[in-house]
């Protein structure tokens, strides 16, 4: 299982900012990659995800997105607001194990 | 879009019980669930993978005895924590990849043991 890098750990943006949190791996062979939210006292639930033959896809104001070059996965939220507040995890892409980093925690300041 | 249901969302015991949670799939059939605990403010764990009509896979540390997974279905995988003490009190999560490869969670299982 390769490692997977989040960053930052935590995160704080003004309403209305743009939040931006990155996942990097050693090998970004994939064919479909998540990204996860989770609120306090509940399960994670799928936000947005991508699938190789794309290098982005945009839902709403969340954007993910994939730089090869970089090895790196990338969520964008525009226009962010309190509600975005909670943890969001990005597993590694394809697998059929999936162990997940220790997340980012976003707060949304109002 | 596809959905993983956990039952109960909380429960309190009473230590040396035993406690189980149910995993179902709603609306696909799941050959393969995950078990994670999560602790406040911290990643999911794995647990364990359980495989429909075969025994679970632990991950490393992870007590099988204390920790029994029943997959006696294709849309429900149950977790079992025995003799239960407080130290076992978690949120504990499932998953399950859908048809369409998806991985969708339930909504969680907090488990506090008095």
């Known amino acids: 299982q390769q490692q997977v890098k989040q960053s930052p750990q935590s995160l704080i943006v003004q309403k209305g900012g743009i939040s931006i949190i990155n996942c990097a791996y050693e090998n970004t062979a994939f064919d479909y990659f998540p990204w996860y939210q989770q609120f306090p006292g509940k399960g994670p639930a799928l936000l947005i995800a991508i699938r190789p033959d794309v290098s982005e896809k945009k839902e709403g104001r969340f954007t993910i997105s994939f730089n090869k070059s970089a090895k790196q996965f990338s969520l964008h939220i525009m226009d962010s607001q309190p509600g975005d507040s909670a943890t969001y995890f990005c597993p590694p892409p394809g697998g059929f194990k999936t162990i997940f980093g220790a997340g980012t925690r976003l707060f949304v300041k109002a | 879009g596809a959905v993983v249901s956990q039952h109960p969302s909380r429960v309190i015991c009473k230590s040396g019980t035993s406690v189980k949670i149910e995993c179902r799939s709603l609306?696909?059939?799941?050959?393969?669930m995950f078990w994670y605990r999560q602790f406040p403010k911290q990643s999911l764990m794995l647990m364990a993978t359980s495989n429909e009509g075969s025994k679970a896979t632990y991950e490393q540390g992870v007590e099988k005895d204390k920790f029994l997974i029943n997959h006696a279905s294709l849309t429900l995988s149950t977790l079992t924590v025995t003799s239960a003490h407080p130290e076992d009190s978690s949120f504990y999560i499932c998953s399950a990849f859908s048809g369409t490869g998806e991985l969708f969670f339930g909504e969680g299982s907090r488990l506090t043991v008095l």
């Open positions: 609306d696909f059939q799941a050959t393969t």
